[in-house]
């Protein structure tokens, strides 16, 4: 598909539908995700003025149907939130159809008050002549009916729940647009319905449907805070892009309980030069390190992996140079390579493993509680001091990591816990192709011996003397110079 189009969307609620509930979740989150897409132009809901079904309609005009193929859009309907999924298996069923672009006479700016949307099929070789009277003789005559608008035409390319038409046969969709005023029914609109050449062509109609729907609402494009992007189930992704837009992209994963201001020295220093080279570096604050909207899926290294893919396609990153994460950042970075390998051309995982074990889920529910029972506080400072040898406890680096830690939300965190409790990257790991690197601070307990045993081909191992679970803040200059030999 390609061109500009028409996606069409009936919708019959069923017995056990909640009216508000549907309409709040198509108003507010289904219809305003996609207004937000650069290529969905316009957004409106019908609601049926005739005593049909389905009776309920939103439609969409499309700068280019291509796009309706590439993961940006497919997505939306791939990862449904959670409030979606509740409403939409209430529904007795749902249409959805895709046209191209025809022909358009005529100018509406606003939506349409009134629509009558026209179907019909024809035999290939009777097209020719059903063309010629739509566009030589119909709109002509509809023009002339009091408060008409436009008329647009388009031609079938996804069919929806009748299929596509039988072979030999092809589909068009009419949509008229009219003021609330309008002479439908009234003698114009008969005169156009009672042609000679009409009766011809309807003689060899094999199948035509005729609705009118009435305007509901026009979709706003949801709103998204500044430097930031809202998933297709409602986390807020806070991202910084900063250096030269001509340079290769890094991106920066931050651990769990931390934000993307774990790498304001990494940063600078790819900005502004390593071995002779500059990067561009976007890094981002992950879902999970403020408050999760209550329709968001449970947080699972999948979907991180995903936001990531996400976040790039809404900055225009096509591929990015390298990925590199630390801990729960880490095992975001290699699962993007597994899931997303033609996306990046290395990746850099520090301090993290690839799979959940029983020790570690013991450990997180443990510090659930504390955070629950004694606050965040109390979980940042045993975090951080555990994150950190004894010697930098009290540097200026671990007490900006205990106010990030502070600062975390609890939802978030418990999500996130839930997602580094339940994962297994291992029989994945082999499809790993892509350059790797994989590094680990020489304090940071077992992982240092942990990850030298991952056996993902191309990839080597550093480590980084003087520090614990996040390297670069405890020895930057020793893990920038394991970063830069590495890109």
Same mark, same amino acid.
């Given at each position: 598909?390609?061109?500009?189009?028409?996606?069409? =969307?009936?919708?019959?609620?069923?017995?056990?539908?909640?009216?508000?509930?549907?309409?709040?979740?198509?108003?507010?989150?289904?219809?305003?995700?996609?207004?937000? #897409?650069?290529?969905?132009? *316009?957004?409106?809901? $019908?609601?049926?003025?005739?005593?049909?079904?389905?009776?309920?309609?939103?439609? $969409?005009?499309?700068?280019?149907?291509?796009?309706?193929?590439?993961?940006?859009?497919?997505?939306?309907?791939?990862?449904?939130?959670?409030?979606?999924?509740?409403?939409?298996?209430?529904?007795?069923?749902?249409?959805?159809?895709?046209?191209?672009?025809?022909?358009?006479?005529?100018?509406?700016?606003?939506?349409?008050?009134?629509? #009558?949307? =026209?179907?019909?099929?024809?035999?290939?070789?009777?097209?020719?002549?059903?063309?010629?009277?739509?566009?030589?003789? %119909?709109?002509?005559?509809?023009?002339?009916?009091?408060?008409?608008?436009?008329?647009?035409?388009?031609?079938?390319?996804?069919?929806?729940?009748?299929?596509?038409?039988?072979?030999?046969?092809?589909?068009?969709?009419?949509?008229?647009? $009219?003021?609330?005023?309008?002479?439908?029914?009234?003698?114009?609109?008969?005169?156009?319905?009672?042609?000679?050449?009409?009766?011809?062509?309807?003689? $060899?109609?094999?199948?035509?449907?005729?609705?009118?729907?009435?305007?509901?609402?026009?979709?706003?494009?949801?709103?998204?805070?500044?430097?930031?992007?809202?998933?297709?189930?409602?986390?807020?992704?806070?991202?910084?892009?900063?250096?030269?837009?001509?340079?290769?992209?890094?991106?920066?994963?931050?651990?769990?309980?931390?934000?993307? %201001?774990?790498?304001?020295?990494?940063?600078?220093?790819?900005?502004?030069? =390593?071995?002779?080279?500059?990067?561009?570096?976007?890094?981002?604050?992950?879902?999970?390190?403020?408050?999760?909207?209550?329709?968001?899926?449970?947080?699972?290294?999948?979907? #991180?992996?995903?936001?990531?893919?996400?976040?790039?396609?809404? *900055?225009?990153?096509?591929?990015?140079?390298?990925?590199?994460?630390?801990?729960?950042?880490?095992?975001?970075?290699?699962?993007?390579?597994?899931?997303?390998?033609?996306?990046?051309?290395?990746?850099?995982?520090?301090?993290?493993?690839?799979?959940?074990?029983?020790?570690?889920?013991?450990?997180?529910?443990?510090?659930?509680?504390?955070?629950?029972?004694?606050?965040?506080?109390?979980?940042?400072?045993? *975090?951080?001091?555990?994150?950190?040898?004894?010697?930098?406890?009290?540097?200026?680096?671990?007490?900006?990591?205990?106010?990030?830690?502070?600062?975390?939300?609890?939802?978030?965190?418990?999500?996130? *816990?839930?997602?580094?409790?339940?994962?297994?990257?291992?029989?994945?790991?082999?499809?790993?192709?892509?350059?790797?690197?994989?590094?680990?601070?020489?304090?940071?307990?077992?992982?240092?011996?942990?990850?030298?045993?991952?056996?993902?081909?191309?990839?080597?191992?550093?480590?980084?003397?003087?520090?614990?679970? #996040?390297?670069?803040?405890?020895? %930057?200059?020793?893990?920038?110079?394991?970063?830069?030999?590495?890109?």
């Amino acid at each position: 598909m390609k061109g500009p189009g028409y996606l069409a =969307v009936a919708i019959q609620p069923g017995d056990k539908t909640n009216e508000e509930a549907f309409h709040h979740w198509y108003n507010t989150e289904h219809g305003p995700l996609r207004l937000r #897409l650069p290529f969905i132009l *316009t957004g409106d809901r $019908y609601k049926a003025a005739d005593d049909k079904r389905p009776c309920w309609s939103a439609v $969409y005009d499309v700068s280019d149907l291509s796009w309706l193929d590439k993961r940006i859009y497919s997505r939306l309907r791939e990862e449904r939130s959670q409030q979606e999924k509740n409403v939409m298996s209430t529904f007795e069923f749902l249409d959805r159809k895709i046209y191209s672009t025809v022909s358009c006479r005529g100018e509406s700016k606003d939506p349409a008050p009134v629509q #009558l949307a =026209v179907s019909m099929r024809v035999k290939e070789n009777d097209e020719e002549d059903f063309n010629k009277w739509y566009e030589e003789e %119909h709109i002509d005559m509809l023009s002339k009916v009091p408060g008409w608008l436009r008329s647009r035409r388009f031609k079938t390319e996804v069919g929806g729940l009748m299929g596509m038409p039988p072979a030999g046969q092809v589909e068009y969709l009419a949509v008229h647009d $009219y003021e609330a005023k309008n002479g439908l029914g009234g003698p114009e609109h008969e005169a156009a319905r009672t042609t000679a050449w009409r009766d011809r062509v309807f003689n $060899y109609v094999q199948w035509h449907d005729r609705r009118e729907w009435s305007h509901h609402l026009t979709f706003d494009a949801l709103e998204e805070p500044p430097s930031a992007v809202a998933t297709t189930d409602g986390a807020k992704l806070r991202f910084q892009m900063e250096g030269n837009p001509a340079d290769p992209v890094i991106v920066c994963v931050n651990s769990i309980l931390t934000n993307l %201001h774990i790498w304001d020295d990494v940063a600078k220093a790819l900005t502004t030069g =390593v071995n002779g080279k500059t990067y561009r570096v976007l890094r981002y604050n992950s879902r999970g390190y403020s408050q999760q909207a209550t329709r968001s899926n449970p947080t699972r290294f999948d979907i #991180l992996a995903d936001d990531l893919e996400y976040l790039l396609q809404r *900055t225009n990153v096509e591929k990015v140079h390298a990925v590199i994460g630390v801990s729960m950042g880490g095992v975001t970075a290699i699962n993007f390579a597994i899931r997303h390998p033609g996306m990046l051309e290395k990746f850099i995982a520090c301090d993290c493993n690839v799979a959940a074990s029983p020790a570690n889920t013991t450990a997180w529910n443990d510090r659930i509680e504390l955070a629950k029972d004694k606050g965040m506080n109390a979980l940042a400072d045993v *975090t951080v001091k555990r994150w950190f040898t004894p010697a930098n406890h009290e540097s200026a680096n671990a007490k900006k990591t205990m106010k990030m830690a502070e600062e975390a939300s609890l939802d978030g965190f418990v999500q996130n *816990t839930g997602a580094l409790c339940n994962y297994d990257l291992k029989e994945h790991l082999s499809s790993i192709k892509i350059p790797g690197l994989l590094i680990a601070g020489e304090s940071d307990g077992k992982l240092p011996e942990a990850m030298q045993k991952f056996g993902i081909s191309n990839t080597t191992f550093k480590q980084i003397p003087n520090a614990g679970h #996040l390297p670069m803040l405890e020895n %930057h200059d020793s893990f920038m110079e394991a970063v830069a030999g590495f890109l």
